[in-house]
């Protein structure tokens, strides 16, 4: 998504790696103690642990880590998270939706609805966004897994839709029902992916403006610091020409 890698590129130039890289452990832990939760311990037998475990191991997240957040999610201690989504709009009309997992509705009902209120967005009804994106199965591998001819069709190969290849790397798309089938093919042809995981797709860029820009990204990165927030997907597109000033 283009919004959401343009975001991610910025952060990187700013110099942000253990910040963000200390909120990545958090949100994988958090996912890994989820999916154990909602399904048996075993990643054999629970798709959604088995991604949420590869996901946290490609981080390097610490093995003790792992194995806490499992027992926790299996057992009947520990934090019970629930999913909520929210959608809004932000600055020049851009579509959100933010993914939380929560222990606490209110806590981060308020947390999120001040990120908005504060830089110029709008918090909607659940679906007053969505309409505008496409949920998808999402799965990356880093640029040296294989050059974009074979990844390409590994991808066919593998039932996905769609595979776009860049000197960042390979993003393969599918339904998000096939998610699990598509990953477990191309782990097979591949070795394990660096992300796997269902994401949004919007169906349509809505340009920003350089009036507008730094208070979205402002925005955007208020809500990737909330600890509760575990992916926020936007509808945007920015000129280079504005990202590179905006990075400078």
């Not at 999610?73 to 909520?84: F, H, K, N």
């Amino acid at each position: 998504m283009a919004g959401h890698s343009q975001f991610k590129n910025i952060m990187h130039r700013k110099g942000r790696q253990d910040a963000e890289r200390a909120r990545t452990f958090t949100r994988l832990v958090r996912e890994v103690q989820v999916a154990a939760r909602a399904g048996l311990p075993d990643p054999a037998a629970n798709p959604r642990l088995r991604t949420a475990l590869q996901a946290a191991r490609a981080a390097n997240v610490p093995k003790d880590n792992i194995e806490r957040a499992i027992r926790r999610g299996s057992g009947a201690e520990g934090e019970s998270y629930e999913e909520v989504r929210y959608e809004g709009y932000g600055p020049g009309g851009v579509a959100l939706i933010v993914e939380t997992l929560t222990d606490n509705r209110n806590r981060t009902a308020a947390d999120v609805r001040a990120a908005f209120a504060k830089l110029g967005g709008a918090l909607g009804e659940t679906g007053s966004v969505a309409f505008q994106f496409d949920r998808i199965g999402e799965i990356r591998y880093p640029a040296e897994a294989a050059d974009a001819d074979a990844m390409l069709e590994a991808a066919i190969e593998a039932g996905a839709e769609d595979c776009r290849s860049s000197e960042d790397g390979h993003e393969i798309v599918c339904a998000p029902d096939d998610l699990a089938a598509v990953r477990d093919a191309l782990e097979e042809r591949l070795g394990p992916p660096e992300v796997a995981r269902l994401g949004w797709r919007p169906q349509v860029a809505v340009p920003v403006g350089p009036d507008q820009a730094e208070t979205l990204l402002k925005l955007l990165e208020n809500l990737d610091e909330l600890d509760d927030v575990q992916s926020v997907s936007a509808n945007f597109e920015i000129d280079d020409e504005v990202l590179e000033r905006l990075s400078a």
